[in-house]
């Protein structure tokens, strides 16, 4: 009799992006919050919104009322305005888990975020993809935070 063969391939998800925000810490910290929360969209520009329980131990998940909806992951830690960390399934359905952080420093008179979504599980072609999901969520924290700053 054989053993199953095991293999870390399609396993993982690794993604690590460097954001720089033209607005202060404080207004970064803020639009994460609201872009992850209220404010949360799909690409295509359909709405999205999120509760985002801000605490440790807070929930992340998608309220699509009558107590029904979408559990997204749990504030693992939060650091005001320094630190947003969340692990959960995400969107995924199957058995997986996942970590993204958000860690934000003052950078030349603005922001730099270091965003990392690590997944391990059985992840499915479709959230091969998420980096490109990843990318426009950071983007409208970007323009949430610097029209802030404008205002």
């Known amino acids: 009799m054989s053993s199953p063969a095991f293999s870390l391939e399609g396993l993982t998800i690794n993604i690590e992006q460097e954001i720089r925000v033209k607005a202060s810490l404080e207004s970064t910290f803020a639009a994460l919050l609201e872009q992850l929360g209220p404010y949360n969209e799909r690409p295509d520009g359909v709405k999205m919104p999120m509760v985002i329980e801000a605490w440790p131990g807070g929930r992340w998940y998608r309220d699509l009322g009558q107590g029904n909806g979408h559990y997204w ?11 947003l960390e969340i692990c959960g399934p995400l969107f995924m359905s199957q058995p997986v888990n996942n ?17 990392h979504h690590f997944g391990f599980g059985l992840h ?4 091969r993809g998420v980096h490109e999901g990843w990318k426009f969520i950071n983007g409208r924290i970007v323009a949430r935070a610097e029209a802030a700053r404008t205002h």
């Open 73 to 83: 992951g749990t504030v693992q830690a939060i650091k005001r305005p320094g630190l």
């Open 124 to 127: 499915m072609d479709a959230a």
């Open 99 to 115: 970590n993204v952080q958000y860690r934000l420093s003052e950078e030349n008179g603005g922001t730099l975020i270091k965003f």
